[in-house]
């Protein structure tokens, strides 16, 4: 017997942002969602602006499962999480202990399929950058909607996200920002307009 999808599955339990007040909670299977579609857009845009040459469908894939040790530590606040080196550094063994464990949940016919998947640190580097970005953008995005809807709380998460964004340096994350952020500003007779 295997619990490997029932712990997944618990992903909608996990809130994000839990040190925030929120206008509205966002869960870690909804965040994995919009991460793994704008992690499949930044590929894309890589490949077809940028003479990228990543797997935008992998890339997607891995973003699903970015965040699944989340079901055995919790969300983190990213302040506590990168307060210094040495917390970072022991948050990041908590979280290969959580990979780990999810993993040995599965049957052994399925383990080497799902290792990429769930191990952060197998994951190739371009690929797994691409995906930071994404989560870093939709950070972004949430505080874009939270100030939308008049939640102050979010001014100086949303001023530390942009720059982490403009220091990436990366072109897909410029493209996307010109392209398509605006609309997350907006209400929905406006965008549908």
């Not at 992903?11 to 966002?26: A, D």
């Not at 845009?45 to 919790?74: C, M, Q, W």
């Not at 930071?132 to 949303?158: I, V």
């Amino acid at each position: 017997m295997s619990y490997f999808f029932a712990h997944l599955a618990r992903m909608k339990l996990i809130n994000r942002w839990p040190l925030m007040r929120n206008v509205r909670i966002e869960n870690v299977s909804e965040h994995s969602l919009q991460v793994a579609m704008i992690a499949h857009a930044l590929a894309i845009i890589k490949n077809r602006k940028f003479s990228g040459n990543v797997n935008p469908e992998r890339i997607a894939l891995l973003a699903i499962y970015h965040d699944a040790s989340e079901v055995i530590t919790g969300d983190l606040p990213t302040p506590i999480k990168y307060h210094n080196s040495q917390i970072a550094h022991e948050y990041k063994k908590i979280e290969q202990f959580a990979q780990k464990k999810l993993l040995d949940m599965l049957p052994e016919e399925l383990l080497e399929d799902f290792k990429q998947l769930v191990m952060n640190s197998l994951q190739n580097n371009k690929e797994y950058e691409i995906i930071k970005q994404a989560d870093s953008l939709c950070a972004y995005l949430k505080c874009l909607e939270e100030l939308s809807a008049g939640n102050n709380e979010f001014k100086l998460a949303k001023k530390r996200l942009e720059k982490t964004l403009s220091d990436s340096d990366s072109l897909e994350i410029s493209y996307f920002m010109e392209n398509f952020v605006s609309g997350f500003k907006l209400s929905l007779d406006e965008i549908s307009n």
